[in-house]
């Protein structure tokens, strides 16, 4: 009855939803008219010669007109996110199709827009996950002992993979994406299904505890849908309902503030690096020192973890120390992740998600985990995009708010039905099948993209980092 109440709110959302770029659209209208151009904006690009075509790019900004465009990339940017927040994943590689193909942007801005949509959607999941709690375990169910050795990590990697990015040339790139895409939603699907096996058998002991405790005359009452909602209850929400806690008791303040103390800092690097030379003795100083700040406060964290003053409390090892090893292990990781999300233009939850599930992470710690970790790296490259003039700020905010409310939606209905079922592992599924539907579109548009660019005979080699130019 409690779903219920919600179908009614939902609809009026997405109508208010819908009704947005009207008002946007009638406010800017007499803008759009003093334009060059009433249907697109276009950033200026010098074609003197074979090396500006390389350099510089032209950016294309659709007038914001409410029709067909606007709602089929408003309904899919809203399934996007409900699926992609509940994986713990963002998205993006469902955004940036849906941005190009449909709305009509350039691949660049759509990259800009779509950080806007993850970051509004990781914020609202956040928001949302700061008022629950770990689903067996006396705490929160965001790790943020976890965010703190992977985050860090994970924000160095994605300034290196954005390097690459500008070297690698675009069929390589694309072959990795596909390559990278496909294998973490097999080895994510086939998590579930072994999730899915060992919560069948944990259903079924329960059944046999109820029968066994029950008296011969109510013994068949262990397949009434009552007892099986008391077995699922029991089977997913065992701290949830035995103790509820205040926002501000849930969050682990140190840690946060680490954190945010390293977002900051990066921040301000990364904005620095934007107004210098490329390659030049600056340029490289602003560059190396995220090293001594992602690093050192990884290590910071390790070395806890490895005294055991911290745990990863999440897999329920509580007097577990990790050993050097395992903790090499997991920062290379965490700079692999970021080193590839950056590479492929996209989030590190999508690496972060089927990372932590492999960890044995529960569905849900890495789902909001990973979310946790990816608003701060989303955010950080809007704040970027934002200062570079990299996408329309109406457009922005509208898609922003469709991924904020699919997100809110998203977590609420997913967590009734696995209340109802009694299946965390649906969290799993759901990772990896926005994985794989990722892949296969970034991987579609790709080669579609490389066949033109193979037709028009452009040039196809590395790049140079150092003669690399955005004219915004």
Request: glycine letters at 10%; a positive charge.
């Amino acid at each position: 009855m409690k779903a219920m109440k919600w179908v009614p709110r939902v609809l009026i959302l997405l109508l208010l939803l819908l009704l947005l770029p009207l008002y946007v659209t009638s406010s800017h209208q007499n803008t759009d008219q003093k334009t060059v151009s009433s249907e697109f904006h276009v950033t200026k690009r010098v074609q003197t010669n074979d090396h500006d075509a390389k350099v510089f790019y032209k950016h294309t900004w659709p007038r914001m007109k409410f029709g067909w465009k606007i709602i089929v990339g408003s309904i899919i940017g809203f399934l996007g996110s409900s699926f992609g927040t509940v994986g713990g994943v963002g998205g993006g590689g469902i955004f940036v199709p849906m941005l190009t193909l449909i709305v009509g942007f350039d691949a660049k801005s759509a990259t800009a827009i779509s950080k806007c949509m993850i970051t509004g959607g990781a914020a609202a999941t956040v928001f949302y996950n700061l008022k629950q709690r770990h689903p067996t375990l006396d705490m929160p169910v965001i790790d943020y002992d976890l965010a703190l050795l992977f985050q860090p990590m994970l924000m160095l990697g994605i300034s290196v993979g954005v390097a690459f990015n500008v070297i690698f040339p675009d069929w390589l790139i694309t072959a990795l994406l596909i390559v990278v895409f496909i294998g973490l939603s097999i080895n994510a699907f086939l998590k579930g299904v072994q999730t899915w096996k060992k919560e069948t058998i944990l259903k079924k002991e329960a059944r046999q505890n109820v029968r066994l405790n029950d008296t011969a005359g109510t013994s068949n009452d262990a397949d009434d849908p009552q007892t099986e909602e008391m077995v699922n209850e029991s089977h997913i929400n065992t701290n949830q309902t035995r103790k509820k806690v205040s926002v501000i008791e849930n969050i682990c303040w140190k840690e946060l503030g680490i954190l945010v103390s390293v977002w900051i800092l990066i921040l301000a690097l990364q904005i620095g690096k934007n107004y210098t030379a490329n390659c030049s003795a600056l340029y490289w100083v602003l560059n190396l020192l995220q090293v001594p700040v992602t690093v050192g406060t990884t290590f910071y964290e390790a070395v806890l973890l490895y005294k055991g003053k911290r745990v990863i409390a999440s897999k329920g090892d509580e007097h577990t120390r990790l050993h050097v090893g395992k903790l090499m292990v997991y920062c290379t990781c965490g700079l692999v992740a970021g080193i590839i999300g950056g590479l492929l233009g996209l989030g590190g939850g999508f690496i972060l998600g089927p990372l932590f599930i492999g960890l044995g992470i529960p569905p849900q710690v890495s789902s909001a985990t990973s979310t946790f970790a990816m608003t701060f790296s989303a955010s950080m490259s809007v704040v970027e995009y934002y200062l570079l003039k990299r996408f329309p700020v109406p457009y922005a905010l509208y898609f922003v708010a469709v991924a904020t409310a699919a997100a809110l939606v998203g977590q609420h209905l997913v967590r009734k039905v696995i209340a109802i079922l009694g299946r965390t592992s649906l969290i799993i599924f759901i990772l990896a099948l926005t994985v794989f539907v990722s892949g296969i579109s970034l991987g579609g548009v790709g080669i579609a993209n490389l066949i033109k660019r193979i037709e028009k005979k452009e040039n196809m080699d590395f790049g140079d980092l150092c003669s690399y130019r955005v004219r915004s």
